[in-house]
């Protein structure tokens, strides 16, 4: 049994989802451990560019397992969007599983991700605004709803129910946004879930299971090491722990089983959104790298 994880180490965009791309044939799993769909990971499958956020970068390979691990949150209109592109391109995602444990991202999630955004106007962070702040941020609120609840209406609607009676109050007064009702997001959720409710699984049991199977696992970084929320540039981070370490709260594999870690670097450094950039060039030079 063997596990390795694949971290960025610098501010992202580092090429993770090649690397990925390259070694994941060699893998019996491949595991994203943290993140949503503000990590975009491109693959190259059958001369077709393929830009993945949700789906892990090892669907490409028949034999190989990817996982959606508990650390990440989903957003369900996009993976099934990934789901559809990929199947139109001839891949199948049977192999494909996501963990109950994973958060769901509402719709609220991205009003309240734009909102903020704006409200703080030249101090802005840079977020994407696809609403992953917020949906961490009811995750450690413990007001998130979780991809296994909406398996049953019941419990969802319970949840939800709570959800929006702490959230409304703030779209209405706070940044003078539209709310929503339970059967307003039951409407489009719900049969989102029946599309979805084949792939999920209790993830943390099944890697386990896989490394005492002896079957090696490749736990796939977004983001990077200057991004994580505890040891990167903080306030100007990301939502999530995409250091190395975030591979095993965000899979549920004790670090024993952690055997290599691959960092990946550029050969030049870049920054997407706000934050300090020790290294940056605003001359002749930064301009030709950047749109090179």
Known sequence: MSASVLVGTQWGDEGKGKVTDLIA???????????????????????????????????????????????????????LGEIDMLAEQGISCDHLKISGNAHIVMP????????????????LIGTTKRGVGPTY???MNRTGLRV???????????????????T?????????????????ICETYLPYAERIRPYICESSLYLN????????????????????????T?????????????????????????????GIAK?????VGSGPFPTELFDETGQLLGEA
């Open 25 to 79: 044939g060699d893998f019996d799993v491949v595991c994203r451990y943290a993140g949503g769909a503000n990590a975009g990971h491109t693959v190259i499958a059958d001369g077709h560019k393929l830009a993945l956020h949700q789906v892990p970068s090892g669907v490409i390979y028949e034999g190989t397992t990817s996982i959606i691990g508990n650390g990440c949150i989903v957003d369900p209109e996009i993976l």
């Open 108 to 123: 609220y999630h991205k009003d309240l991700d734009g909102a903020h955004e704006k409200r703080l106007g030249k101090n």
């Open 137 to 139: 941020m009811d995750k």
């Open 148 to 166: 296994q609840d909406m398996l049953d209406e019941k419990i969802f609607r319970e949840k939800l129910e709570s959800a929006l009676a702490y």
């Open 168 to 184: 409304n109050p703030i779209l209405e007064k706070v940044y003078e946004l539209p709310t929503y009702t339970v059967d307003q």
């Open 209 to 232: 299971e896989q490394l005492e199977d002896g079957r090696n696992i490749l736990f796939e970084g977004a983001q990077a090491t200057m991004l994580d929320i505890d040891h990167g």
């Open 234 to 262: 903080y306030p100007f981070v990301t939502s999530s722990n995409c250091t190395a370490g975030g591979a095993v709260t965000g899979s549920g594999v004790g670090p024993v089983h952690i055997e290599r870690v691959l």
């Open 267 to 271: 050969a030049y450094l870049t920054r």
